[in-house]
């Protein structure tokens, strides 16, 4: 991995989808991936499943400089004692970006509002664990918040590894036809509606794709990349961010930038410049990073 940045001339990586939960809840999703089996079709061993000093030393030492830990909930009342949750870890974790969650209820703008306040520069939505509507009204001003904050919201919203009840890059882009400048990171690049993803990237200039568990050969999705991946890739470029899902992946983290780096292989008009955008130049945009004084990363 160090050989690898330092032949693109990166200082580090900037991954845009991380995972760190309290305790508790995190070892509810281990749970459900231990029952992965039943669940997905397929054992899910965790790869990085150690304690949190652990994993912090593993990113560093993959070179991750800078990361979104992200966190969501799968119920009403969660949404806002999350989101100080992840707040007060990214100020005790160097590197951890502070980010935010959200859910429909009442209250929402307002913990939502107090989260961009104390410095969250990025909000998780995971529609397919959250089981609500995105269209839902009481979204609806959180969205156009967001919008105005230009703070991006990764937002799990295509149909794989599990379809929800309102999963589907359709619904989602109602969201977008009304909050057009949302700056929307669809994650795992809406999986496995690829081509759908890309046809939203195309249709509004302020949503981008994330990496999280593409192109490995670990594929839950039920679809593999579509021929003309790259080729579409090239004309979006600048709108595609590392992502990963660590730690809770089946494979080790070089894995997922294998499988970037292969793309940037297979056309002409990627090559290392789509690496130094995907792996740092665009997630650290989105993630506003080197804005306050004194940043580096
Ligand atoms: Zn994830």
Excluded at 4 to 19: C, E, N, R, T
Excluded at 102 to 109: D, Q, S, T
Aim: charged share 20%; aromatic share 10%.
């Amino acid at each position: 991995m160090p050989g690898f940045l330092a032949s693109l001339g990166l200082p580090g990586l900037v991954d845009l989808h991380v995972h760190f939960l309290p305790e508790q809840v995190e070892r509810k999703v281990w749970a459900f991936f231990d029952r992965a089996r039943q669940e997905y079709g397929t054992e899910w061993p965790i790869r990085y499943r150690l304690p949190v000093p652990e994993r912090l030393a593993i990113l560093e030492k993959l070179g991750v400089r800078a990361f979104a830990p992200l966190v969501y909930p799968h119920k009403p009342g969660m949404a806002a004692w999350l989101t100080e949750w992840v707040l007060d870890f990214a100020a005790r974790t160097p590197g951890a970006v502070p980010t935010a969650t959200l859910y429909p209820e009442p209250g929402v703008v307002d913990y939502l509002g107090e989260a961009l306040a104390a410095g969250a520069r990025c909000v998780k939505s995971h529609i397919q664990v959250g089981g609500y509507d995105p269209r839902d009204p009481e979204l609806d001003p959180a969205w156009g918040l967001l919008a105005e904050a230009g703070v991006p919201v990764v937002v799990h919203c295509g149909h794989g590894p599990l379809a929800g009840r309102y999963t589907g890059l359709d619904v989602f882009e109602q969201v977008l036809a009304r909050h057009p400048r949302l700056v929307a990171v669809l994650a795992h690049a809406g999986a496995p509606d690829y081509s759908g993803a890309l046809d939203l990237v195309e249709r509004y200039p302020r949503v981008h794709l994330d990496t999280t568990m593409v192109g490995v050969p670990f594929n839950t999705s039920g679809a593999p990349l579509p021929a003309d991946w790259t080729a579409r890739l090239a004309s979006v470029a600048d709108r595609v961010a590392l992502g990963t899902d660590f730690p809770n992946i089946p494979y080790d983290y070089a894995t997922q930038l294998r499988a970037i780096a292969d793309w940037a292989a297979a056309d002409d008009r990627l090559g290392r410049d789509f690496l130094v955008a995907v792996l740092h130049d665009t997630p650290r945009r989105l993630l506003a990073l080197g804005e306050q004084p004194g940043e580096t990363s």
